[in-house]
């Protein structure tokens, strides 16, 4: 048991990434780590933490789940009243970080964030189970209330109006997409000396490849 906070480390050592064996395009590169990540069993692999900040800079981060990606970028969905829309709507960038220890890999992607399409949200919607799509019209996220008890009534009242009418996705509620202009692969190595690969988005679309340092 380390005896201080800074006692704390460890030395990685599973695998490498060198230039000669990544994607030309990172959402390729993403597509061979996540189905990897798959396959290691890791619990939550679509948690990623979303940073985010305002207009004046003012920054913020929390984690989200990760609902879907493709070349256009990558999908979560929230409330859109809450404290991260409300930064999101000031200023429509992002940054994601996918943290899966067990293969000792981070995934690092900034971009420009969008509204997907509201055929997009409904879709993802009516797939959720009834009791998270009751508890997208329950919560005025990130407000403050008055109590668990006030929450847990709203939810009683929910639950008896929609049990008369179709179960719709709120119009406050739905999905985002970040698309990358940068994404880093980081896998851990030995000594701190970790593999760092850089994908920049260019003027004509197509992506730079190169080696940041440790």
Known sequence: MPSTIADIRKDYMLRSLLEKDVATHP???????????????????????????????????????????????????TNYESFKGMQLAENPRACLVFFWKEVERQVRITGLVDKVSAEESDAYFNSRPEGSR???????????????????????KYIRDFSAQPL???????????????????????????????????????????????
């Open 168 to 214: 719709k996705r709120p119009g406050h509620w739905g999905g985002y997409r970040v698309k990358p202009i940068s994404m880093e692969f980081w896998q851990g190595r030995s000594n701190r000396l970790h593999d760092r690969i850089q994908y920049s988005l260019q003027g004509d679309n197509t992506w730079t490849i190169e080696r940041l340092a440790p």
């Open 134 to 156: 009751i508890g997208a019209w329950v919560s005025p996220q990130s407000r403050v209330i008055t109590s668990r008890e006030w929450l847990e009534e709203r939810e009683k």
């Open 27 to 77: 959402i390729r590169q993403f597509d061979t780590w996540w189905q990897e990540a798959l396959h290691s069993e890791i619990d939550e692999v679509n948690a990623m933490t979303l940073a985010t900040a305002s207009a004046d800079g003012v920054p913020a981060a929390r984690i989200v789940l990760l609902k879907g990606y493709d070349e256009r970028g990558f999908v979560f969905f």
